[in-house]
T-cell receptor, first 115, second 113 residues
Framework: AQSVTQPDIHITVSEGASLELRCNYS??????LFWYVQSPGQGLQLLLK??????LVQGIKGFEAEFKRSQSSFNLRKPSVHWSDAAEYFC?????????????FGAGTRLAVHP | AAGVIQSPRHLIKEKRETATLKCYPI?????VYWYQQGPGQDPQFLIS???????DKGSIPDRFSAQQFSDYHSELNMSSLELGDSALYFC????????????FGPGTRLTVT
């Protein structure tokens, strides 16, 4: 069965510092991978996605993620964090088989940003 | 750009009552998904519809049912509500293949008292 692990429940960084949020997935083949961001009480906004091709993908708000098949990882990075990046970040995996691609989410990582 | 619309945004019901949540997908999107997010939890997949037919089913209680209508909007019907049903309910939609990303609505916060 597919699963997603986000090892860090809570991360705190200083504004301007770099950020890396970890995500590991379990799936028999290459899955579709996503990162979403959720502000408190809000919906989920798609940051970026990986389906195939270039393993380094660029997203919105200056985020990028790198797919590493050998490590079953899809870590999210940002070179310089802004206070407005404080939110919860979810990694998700979708199955390319079975047609309709429900998403399996990780438990989320809550990001706090110190001024 | 148009987004997924959900109504109502907030709903308060008592135990054993019924609730109906509505979702209007992004125009020209053909698949709708429903997710449930409990407090401090990650979203859990409930059910999905492709071209008005149920396409996949997750951990949806038998007390819940859903359908997608001819205009592609979807409704989630929840009966015999329990305290544990209190959660954020998200609807998401995705465009026709070969794209697979899902775009989420703002959610409906259901509180059962």
């Amino acid at each position: 069965a597919q699963s997603v692990t986000q090892p860090d429940i809570h991360i705190t960084v200083s504004e301007g510092a770099s950020l890396e949020l970890r995500c590991n997935y379990s799936y028999g083949a290459t899955p579709y991978l996503f990162w979403y961001v959720q502000s408190p009480g809000q919906g989920l906004q798609l940051l970026l996605k990986y389906f195939s091709g270039d393993t380094l993908v660029q997203g919105i708000k200056g985020f990028e993620a790198e797919f590493k098949r050998s490590q079953s990882s899809f870590n999210l990075r940002k070179p310089s964090v802004h206070w407005s990046d404080a939110a919860e970040y979810f990694c998700a995996v979708g199955s390319p088989s079975g047609g309709y691609n429900k998403l399996i989410f990780g438990a989320g990582t809550r990001l706090a940003v110190h001024p | 750009a148009a987004g997924v619309i959900q109504s109502p945004r907030h709903l308060i019901k008592e135990k054993r009552e019924t609730a109906t949540l509505k979702c209007y997908p992004i125009p020209r999107h053909d698949t709708v998904y429903w997710y449930q997010q409990g407090p401090g939890q990650d979203p859990q997949f409930l059910i999905s519809f492709y071209e008005k037919m149920q396409s996949d089913k997750g951990s949806i209680p038998d007390r819940f049912s859903a359908q997608q209508f001819s205009d592609y909007h979807s409704e989630l019907n929840m009966s015999s509500l329990e305290l544990g049903d209190s959660a954020l309910y998200f609807c998401a939609s995705s465009p026709p293949r070969p794209t697979y990303e899902q775009y989420f609505g703002p959610g409906t916060r259901l509180t059962v008292t």
